[in-house]
């Protein structure tokens, strides 16, 4: 069974940092970019970051350029998403996905369940 699950998220104030983490299991991780995607309430699903199949390129959302890194332990079938220097528009529920295809935002094959972040004022 495919699984991808996010974890890590919590409450912090603004300027504080979380990490959370992608662990995936049920198909071959390194054959597939793995995404990081958020959803506020009353708004639109948005890609955040994403890390190539080859684990050779990254991307980042402009609004997140400068504060969150992407990484890979392909040992460990995880991801992470270090994000420093919160913000509170940052909150959100992430999710992370993956995708044969590479890093497109709305061609990802596998989806998790997200972990809130709530970043206070």
């Known amino acids: 069974e495919v699984q991808l699950q996010a974890s890590g998220g919590g409450l912090v104030q603004a300027g504080g940092n979380l990490r959370l983490s992608c662990a995936a299991s049920?198909?071959?991780?390194?054959?597939?970019?793995i995404g990081w995607f958020r959803q506020a309430p009353g708004k639109e699903r948005e890609g955040v970051s994403c890390?190539?199949?080859?684990?050779?390129?990254?991307l980042y959302a402009d609004s997140v350029k400068g504060r969150f890194t992407i990484s890979s332990d392909n040992a460990k079938n995880t991801v992470t998403l270090q994000m420093n220097s919160l913000k509170p528009e940052d909150t959100a529920v992430y999710y992370c996905?993956?995708?044969?295809?590479?890093?497109?935002?709305?061609?990802?094959?596998?989806w998790g369940k997200g972990t809130q972040v709530t970043v206070s004022s």
């Open positions: 890390i190539s199949n080859s684990r050779g390129k990254t």
């Open positions: 049920g198909f071959t991780f390194d054959d597939y970019a």
């Open positions: 996905a993956a995708s044969v295809y590479g890093c497109y935002w709305n061609g990802m094959h596998y």
